[in-house]
Nanobody
Framework: QVQLVESGGGLVQAGGSLRLSCAAS????????MGWFRQAPGKERAFVTA???????YYADSVKGRFTISRDNAKNTMYLQMNNLKPEDTAVYYC??????????????????WGQGTQVTVSS
């Protein structure tokens, strides 16, 4: 079992930045892929980005060039640096962990563990 806890959400103006963190506990010695998903009101949960244990990354087109995912395996923590935020980035952001070995293979149905979510609101 892996437990995931997100932090760092909040309210920011368009063009601003936020950094999300996800702390993992439990079965953290395994080499799982981690990622971020988001869900806006009235919409389905959508993939944002993922990173493998070895550091390979994959991004949704909508966030490429603006968001950066990273992880510190020694601290069992993953990060999402979000720059140049837009109102359409407003959503609940969920941390996720999966046993898939490729970052581009991560998806909602391939996710094994979820965090509780953290709200990100971008005002125009």
């Amino acid at each position: 079992q892996v437990q995931l806890v997100e932090s760092g959400g909040g309210l920011v103006q368009a063009g601003g930045s936020l950094r999300l963190s996800c702390a993992a506990s439990g079965r953290t010695s395994s080499s799982y892929t981690m990622g971020w998903f988001r869900q806006a009101p009235g919409k389905e949960r959508a993939f944002v980005t993922a990173i493998t244990w070895g550091g390979s990354t994959y991004y949704a087109d909508s966030v490429k060039g603006r968001f950066t995912i990273s992880r510190d395996n020694a601290k069992n923590t993953m990060y999402l640096q979000m720059n140049n935020l837009k109102p359409e980035d407003t959503a609940v952001y969920y941390c996720a962990a999966s046993w898939v070995t490729a970052a581009q293979a991560m998806g909602v149905r391939k996710t094994d563990y979820w965090g509780q979510g953290t709200q990100v609101t971008v005002s125009s």
